[in-house]
């Protein structure tokens, strides 16, 4: 069965320091891949995506992703993170030529001061 | 502005009300479907729609239904609630086959059923 692993629920950091969240999906067949974020009370929104080409995806507010196919991996990075990074983040995999997005359980990240 | 837009954005019912979430998208998109989001268990997909007139289930449809007469619109029905559809749920829209495959959500609808 098809399926998103987001391998940690909740990551608690510091202000400027970095950080990493993990996704791992299922299957070995082409995807696409999407992070969203979901701010407190906001519904989700896009903060990066890989279709095709370069396996390093740069998105919105200091973001990147890396695609790695041998892994089935698409793990989240930022090198120093905000207060306002506060929030939850979504891993998701389309597969081409299908419909259905699988969304991972969600990563809450925590920025402390 | 593109936009899904869900209403009502906060709902109190009692079991076995009937009740109805609207769901409308301004982006011409043929993809809708509806998710709730509970805690752990991130979103799961209820109903999903490729176009008007054609839906299918999701992962989780007991207790729900859709309609698709009209390609901007796509409710979310509860015929008969009970308070393990309490949750937090989210319409969106996309265009798959598109360049821009990803998905445009709506801001929420908080159900609560006691």
């Known amino acids: 069965a098809q399926s998103v692993t987001q391998l940690d629920s909740q990551v608690p950091v510091f202000e400027e320091a970095p950080v990493e969240l993990r996704c791992n999906y299922s299957?070995?067949?082409?995807?696409?891949l999407f992070w969203y974020v979901q701010y407190p009370n906001q519904g989700l929104q896009l903060l990066l995506k890989?279709?095709?080409?370069?396996?390093l995806v740069k998105g919105i507010n200091g973001f990147e992703a890396e695609f790695n196919k041998s892994q089935t991996s698409f793990h989240l990075r930022k090198p120093s993170v905000h207060i306002s990074d506060t929030a939850e983040y979504f891993c998701?995999?389309?597969?081409?030529?299908?419909?259905?997005?699988?969304f991972g359980a969600g990563t809450r990240l925590f920025v402390k001061a | 502005e593109a936009q899904v837009t869900q209403n009502p954005r906060y709902l109190i019912t009692v079991t076995g009300k009937k009740l109805t979430v609207t769901c409308s998208q301004n982006?011409?998109?043929?993809?809708m479907s509806w998710y709730r989001q509970d805690p752990g268990l991130g979103l799961r997909q209820i109903y999903y729609?490729?176009?008007?007139?054609?839906?299918d289930k999701g992962d989780v449809p007991e207790g729900y239904k859709v309609s698709r007469k009209e390609k901007r619109n796509f409710p979310l029905i509860l015929e008969s609630p009970s308070p393990n559809q309490t949750s937090l749920y989210f319409c969106?829209?996309?265009?798959?086959?598109?360049?821009?495959?990803?998905?445009?959500f709506g801001q929420g609808t908080r159900l609560t059923v006691v």
């Open positions: 890989y279709l095709s080409g370069s396996t």
């Open positions: 982006m011409n998109h043929e993809y």
């Open positions: 998701a995999v389309t597969y081409t030529g299908g419909f259905k997005t699988i």
């Open positions: 969106a829209s996309s265009a798959p086959g598109h360049s821009n495959t990803e998905a445009f």
């Open positions: 729609s490729m176009n008007v007139e054609v839906t």
């Open positions: 299957s070995s067949v082409s995807v696409y």
